[in-house]
């Protein structure tokens, strides 16, 4: 390659600035593995390498905290709310492309309004829906929450 000086100059210093911006971003995740891996009194020490390790840190959290169960549902939600926003989304579609009825353009028209309300407008009423169906203080209200307004409920 025929690099010109100047070429080579900015070249440099794009990476720089790249390696910079990398370090920036990096260092928390750094410092978070580093902290999980120190003994309590040391973690605000700002030091990246512990004095001491301590990896019987992670058996204490596992230990003390249901993380497969908090797993296990994080799971079942995602699965089941992808699941029903798939099958809400393309009965929809399916029946607005396939059937010719009256009010078509006017009901099509009302669906896309409502994916273009912010999801504040309807944290209340959905509150409200729920609570009505007995539904708060349970997971339904996160995977339940499909409507044909291609949007998720986000209250519980």
Sequence with gaps: MNWRAGGIVSEALRWVVLLALAVVFMYPLVWLVSASLKP????????????????????????????????????????????????????????????RFPGRGILFGLVLATMMLPGAVTLVPNYLIWKFFGFLGTNVPLWGGVRCSGRRSTSS
């Design 40 to 99: 309590r009194g040391e973690v605000f020490d700002n030091q990246l390498i512990p004095n001491t390790f301590s990896p019987g840190n992670y058996v204490e959290v596992w230990d003390q905290l249901p993380l497969l169960n908090w797993l296990g549902n994080s799971i079942f939600i995602a699965l089941a709310g992808a699941t029903l926003m798939t099958l809400a989304s393309s009965a929809v579609a399916f029946g607005f492309a396939y059937f």
